[in-house]
């Protein structure tokens, strides 16, 4: 691989994003950061949106707060980082809010895809690496760890999503990869680096 890139780690709960987002940026000496919740703004905007006590939000106001913190994220951690001639692998990026705050509650895609462009500057991420695995390897995942205010949304909801970044990967198979996550972490670990390079 070649040149600055910033590559993305999407996926639903669970399915490892934060564990092979790290083990890839390692890999290629990038910049690893993640959404939301990347800058010190994302941080206080991400209490917002995990917060389990947090349940009048309105749809709207949540797809408008991963906004904001996409638009901080992209001006102060991921131009910079390429401007200085680095790699970004970022644990997830506005393809999230496509899945989560589209398919999963329902919201319209055009007007998402529009927000969320102006937000970014138009910088969407050059490749998008999905980890997926099936929904009940996923759920076995989540039963082990304290559940967040999206962990916590239903089995429809995680359907809608994953169902989302599926969706996604089929209809831009150039810059999107699909990389199952069921097997051994090693094995998925060398999928995602094979996944980065093409």
């Known amino acids: 691989m070649s040149g600055t890139r910033y590559i993305a780690l999407e996926g639903a709960e669970g399915s490892g994003k934060s564990t092979h987002a790290a083990r890839l940026a390692i890999a290629l000496d990038a910049v690893l950061t993640r959404e939301t919740g990347g800058t010190e703004v994302g941080a206080r905007l991400r209490e917002i949106l995990h917060d389990v006590d947090v349940v009048d939000l309105d749809d709207r106001a949540e797809a408008l707060i991963t906004a904001a913190d996409r638009a901080q994220h992209v001006s102060r951690v991921v131009r910079p980082a390429l401007a200085a001639g680095r790699c970004v692998v970022s644990d997830r990026s506005v393809h999230s809010t496509l899945a989560y705050q589209g398919y999963g509650r329902g919201l319209d895609l055009g007007e998402l895809r529009t927000i969320n462009h102006w937000a970014i500057g138009g910088l969407w991420p050059d490749r998008v690496i999905l980890l ?28 809608r999503v ?13 810059r999107w990869a699909v990389v199952d996550v069921s097997g051994d972490a090693d094995e998925v670990a060398a999928l995602v680096r094979k996944a980065a390079e093409v």
């Open 132 to 159: 997926d695995a099936p929904v009940d390897v996923l759920a076995a995942r989540l039963h082990r760890r304290e559940l967040d205010r999206f962990e916590r949304a239903g089995a429809d909801f995680h359907h």
């Open 162 to 174: 994953a169902d989302g970044f599926r969706a996604m990967a089929r209809a831009d198979p150039a």
